[in-house]
């Protein structure tokens, strides 16, 4: 088996005190796999403007990590992504994630841009290289998309607009990644496409966010895990082991890094990990 690839991971901005304190937890225990970066998800709108830019600095400042915050073009102003890339660049941030995003609950309009593309587009003639900035790609197809095709032209549209490299939404099914590299090099697109990692712990918790994002959970993994029912521990069991065979498959046929989306937990990613390890 080839050697490890580099890891990142994603945590989402503290709101409270113990959502500060079980990130920190999370940090202590994360950080010593060395990942290549962090990134942190973005509140659009209100005061949760705030929260990503905090906890951004406080990553890089107490914990030394290379943290890349989440930009979406939802309920933001041109003003307001300005001076967050201002803010950015003045901290030594070297990296951004550039997304579309979800309109904020209660907001009536999208903001000033419509499309993560119109986003890149903006960062790029804001602040030139200044930021390495990343994209998200569907391997599965975006759950809006007209139709596989249309995605497929957006994202490379996306890319064509100044994005460096692309992370994918989660998925359990590697052909769909495979699938998705191989059209997107055939449209011309070389950028590396970095595969989302999604650890199991909660099935419930799994089934909702996947029928928003429009990631599949594959029937046979879906009946395993629901038939566990309350027996946490071998559900963990069983989805470790789901989920670190699906990273070996990846490492094995050349994806360049696994991005992993924590939830703020360390035991689930550090399950599949120890499993990569291990073989």
Not at 21 to 43: D, Y
Not at 224 to 233: E, I
Request: aromatic share 10%; with cysteine.
């Amino acid at each position: 088996m080839p050697a490890l690839p580099s890891l990142s991971f994603e945590f989402f901005p503290p709101k409270t005190d113990e959502q500060r304190q079980q990130l920190e937890r999370t940090v202590e225990k994360l950080k010593p796999l060395a990942p290549r970066f962090v990134s942190v998800t973005f509140g659009a709108g209100g005061s949760t403007l705030s929260y990503t830019p905090d906890a951004v600095r406080g990553l890089r400042k107490q914990h030394g990590l290379d943290a890349a915050p989440h930009l979406s073009c939802m309920g933001g102003t041109r003003e307001e992504i300005g001076s967050l890339l201002q803010a950015y660049a003045e901290d030594g941030c070297t990296r951004l994630v550039a997304l579309r995003g979800d309109l904020p609950s209660g907001m009536a309009r999208p903001g000033d841009f419509r499309y993560a593309t119109e986003l890149v587009e903006f960062i790029r003639a804001e602040t030139g290289q200044r930021f390495h900035v990343e994209v998200a790609a569907y391997p599965e197809v975006h759950p809006q998309a007209d139709d596989a095709f249309a995605d497929l032209k957006h994202f490379c549209t996306k890319v064509r607009a100044g994005a460096d490299s692309a992370i994918t939404q989660y998925f359990y099914n590697p052909d769909a990644y495979f699938a998705f590299v191989r059209a997107v090099r055939r449209e011309g697109i070389e950028v590396p496409v970095i595969p989302g990692i999604m650890p199991i712990s909660n099935y419930s918790q799994l089934k909702r966010f996947s029928e928003m994002c429009g990631a599949e959970i594959p029937r046979w993994i879906a009946r395993r895990l629901q038939a566990y029912g309350d027996d946490a521990a071998s559900l963990r069991e069983f989805a470790a082991d789901v989920v670190a065979a699906l990273c070996r498959r990846l490492i094995d046929e050349g994806a360049p890094e696994l991005h992993f989306y924590t939830l703020n937990l360390a035991r689930p990613t550090l399950a599949v990990l120890e499993r990569l390890r291990a073989a």
